[in-house]
């Protein structure tokens, strides 16, 4: 049977273009239930303590997170606190695959914010999976009886984590099979295999959104729901002689096809990169004379006449963090907050959302590597930093008196030494490279929520201005101020400095939540982040309370080696 990509616009849905023959595959489940997830942590667990190819990419993934996880500070035991291990596994794989792990993100939302979502999340997506990597979490860590999380079990982690996002992509090629009306046991041809890439990448694209049943919608009529999806194909296409099979076949079967469907959600990030780094260039475009920022009037402007919609609401930028409101008077965008913000992230899965990496990964990434400690004296600092170069930023560099005066200041509220998971370095990463590294705000103060969400949580109807509301705001504008190239010639003026605040904000593995905050100088005392968080939402109800003893009744067996 040959299908063509003409017959396939023609036939999705309802008219076949040819007996597919064979038995259907049953329905895939709506929703991942907790065992299957214990399952496949059990599974994972045993394998690092086996041999074979599971076992191997454990101790493969021990060596990616090698770097990251010896800079971490740790408790006296070795071991990693809680927050600390969100906050690993969230960097990794957003550095590895533009992955941002829906539930590893910050947890930054108001009560309110959270009761919303919560709900607006399990009434109107009963396949979202957030609940599942602090689940994860909380089970691995019971069994360390409060040693932390070490090396081994955060690749067990992340190879759970894998594990979950591939039995997605499973889920998602089989539904390709039956949008195609052909079984799962079928052996494609190069036509067939052609038309399933499509059909899955379309699938991905939509995040799952999408039914071989959705009456008298054809896949062209899908795709133009699908922004720059002609560009996104053309892009798998090239992609092909990297992730197809190793030799050529005349036939093509399921398993084959998995591991080449997965390869795309790996490398989707990739094409992703160059979509952000164009959104990159057009801000830079208009950057004013405070360095890696976009005046509000600006922004708008360039969304009206610009190749990206930049419609956002102000009150949704300051919620996503990337509003400069230093001066109350006149607002600005801050670039790099800007682009990694949620407002740019695909929904290409229950598990992750595909988001724009931060430059400033590679460059901390550097700073871990080199000093393989969580501290380091300003002195090593500043002469290393010197030697970074960006698309931005050339060397040879001299740092400003003020950097150097600042890291000096974070050092002397630490004993002499620079804590680099701190954020005041994060701020001071931002100063350095204002157009890479995000400036970061501080907890609690933000919330990474996308559109719907905060639409949700705070009642606005839409979190995009109207193009008469952008024009009003355009038309008011009176600055004269210079723009783009133009405008950096301002940016070592006094007037034009970056904002600065003392609140730091550490992980530190000696506190139970093992996040603190505090002003930096010194004398200060150290407080925790959390509380004033509501005793609520630790109550476990009855039926909570049942589920856990019988997690717990796991984890005993496990230690036991009964699961080994």
Same mark, same amino acid.
């Given at each position: ?123 109107? $997506? ?6 599942? &990597?602090?689940?994860?979490? @909380?089970? %691995?860590? #019971? !069994?360390? +009886? ?86 996104? $194909? ?6 092909? &002689?990297?992730?197809?099979? @190793?030799? %050529?076949? #005349? !036939?093509? +079967? ?311």
């Amino acid at each position: 049977m040959s299908f063509t990509i003409l017959c396939l616009l023609n036939i999705l849905f309802h008219v076949p273009c040819a007996e597919a023959g064979g038995l259907r595959h049953p329905p895939l489940p709506a929703k991942m239930d907790r065992s299957d997830v214990e399952s496949l942590l059990m599974g994972e667990l045993s394998n690092a303590f086996r041999g074979g190819a599971a076992r191997e990419h454990i101790s493969s993934l021990e060596v990616e997170l090698t770097g990251m996880y010896t800079a971490m500070p740790k408790s006296a035991s070795g071991g990693l606190g809680h927050a600390s291990v969100r906050f690993m596994l969230n960097r990794f794989f957003l550095q590895k695959h533009g992955w941002f792990i829906r539930g590893l993100e910050p947890a930054n939302f108001t009560a309110t914010q959270k009761q919303v979502v919560e709900s607006l999340t399990q009434s109107k $997506n009963q396949s979202l999976q957030e609940w599942v &990597p602090g689940y994860l979490q @909380d089970f %691995i860590e #019971e !069994t360390q +009886d409060g040693r932390g999380i070490k090396l081994r079990e955060l690749a067990v982690l992340a190879a759970t984590i894998e594990d979950l996002i591939h039995k997605e992509s499973n889920q998602r090629l089989e539904m390709t099979f039956s949008a195609l009306e052909l079984p799962v046991s079928s052996q494609l041809d190069a036509n067939q295999f052609g038309a399933a890439l499509e059909v899955y990448l379309m699938i991905y694209l939509l995040g799952g959104d999408f039914s071989p049943h959705m009456a008298g919608e054809s896949l062209l009529e899908a795709q133009k729901r699908i922004p720059d999806y002609d560009g996104a $194909n053309k892009w798998m296409d090239s992609l092909k &002689p990297d992730i197809g099979p @190793d030799s %050529i076949r #005349e !036939t093509i +079967d399921f398993a084959v096809a998995s591991r080449v469907v997965e390869e795309v959600g790996k490398h989707y990030g990739t094409y992703n990169d160059v979509q952000c780094g164009d959104l990159k260039s057009e801000l830079l475009q208009i950057e004013s004379t405070k360095a890696g920022r976009v005046r509000l009037a600006d922004f708008y402007k360039k969304g009206l006449s610009g190749v990206f919609a930049f419609t956002e609401k102000i009150e949704y930028l300051r919620a996503l963090g990337t509003l400069d409101e230093s001066n109350t008077s006149e607002p600005y965008v801050i670039i790099p907050n800007y682009v990694a913000g949620r407002q740019n992230c695909l929904r290409a899965s229950d598990f992750y959302l595909v988001c724009c990496r931060s430059e400033c990964e590679d460059l901390f990434a550097s700073v871990e590597k080199n000093f393989n400690k969580p501290t380091a004296t300003p002195d090593q600092i500043l002469g290393l930093v010197a030697s970074f170069s960006t698309k931005t930023v050339e060397v040879p560099r001299m740092l400003s008196d003020s950097l150097v005066r600042r890291l000096n200041s974070i050092a002397d509220a630490h004993r002499g030494q620079v804590p680099i998971h701190g954020r005041l370095f994060a701020q001071w990463m931002h100063h350095a490279f204002p157009r890479e590294c995000p400036y970061p705000q501080q907890s609690g103060d933000v919330a990474a929520m996308t559109p719907e969400q905060w639409m949700a949580a705070t009642g606005y109807e839409s979190a995009q201005k109207t193009s008469e509301e952008m024009q009003f705001i355009v038309d008011s504008d009176s600055s004269i101020l210079p723009v783009g190239e133009i405008a950096r010639e301002h940016h070592d003026l006094a007037e034009n400095e970056l904002p600065w605040d003392e609140v730091e904000e550490l992980l530190h593995p000696g506190f139970a939540n093992d996040v603190v905050s505090f002003h930096a100088s010194p004398q200060a005392s150290q407080r925790s982040l959390f509380n004033k968080a509501l005793p609520v939402f630790f109550i476990l109800g009855a039926a909570a309370f049942a589920w856990k003893m019988k997690r717990n009744m796991k984890v005993s067996q496990w230690r036991d080696g009964l699961m080994v």
